[in-house]
Nanobody, 116 residues
């Protein structure tokens, strides 16, 4: 069983930065595709960034150029560096580890609020 624990959320002013971390237990981390999703109140959960086991990254248009996903396989941790944050980035952010349809794991989420 893989467990994912997100951290790093909080309240930040518009234009500010935050770095989210997702620590994974288990030995499958290095072979899994890691993703960050977010869900704003009343809206569906959306994929915003992903990184493959080989390090290839992809981003949603809404965060491209502002967010950077990275991973440290030695620490079993994936990061989301968020810069130039906007009020519309306010959401609960979730970490996801995907290996296949039977091994699809989620964290509990961390709240990010962007407000002055």
């Amino acid at each position: 069983q893989v467990q994912l624990v997100e951290s790093g959320g909080g309240l930040v002013q518009p234009g500010g930065s935050l770095r989210l971390s997702c620590a994974a237990s288990g030995t499958i981390f290095s072979s899994g595709n890691m993703r960050w999703y977010r869900q704003a109140p009343g809206k569906e959960r959306k994929l915003i960034a992903g990184i493959t086991s080989g390090g290839t990254t992809n981003y949603a248009d809404s965060v491209k150029g502002r967010f950077t996903i990275s991973r440290d396989n030695a620490k079993n941790t994936v990061y989301l560096q968020m810069s130039n944050l906007k009020p519309e980035d306010t959401a609960n952010y979730y970490c996801n580890a995907y290996l296949d349809v039977l091994r699809d794991y989620w964290g509990q989420g961390t709240q990010v609020t962007v407000s002055s």
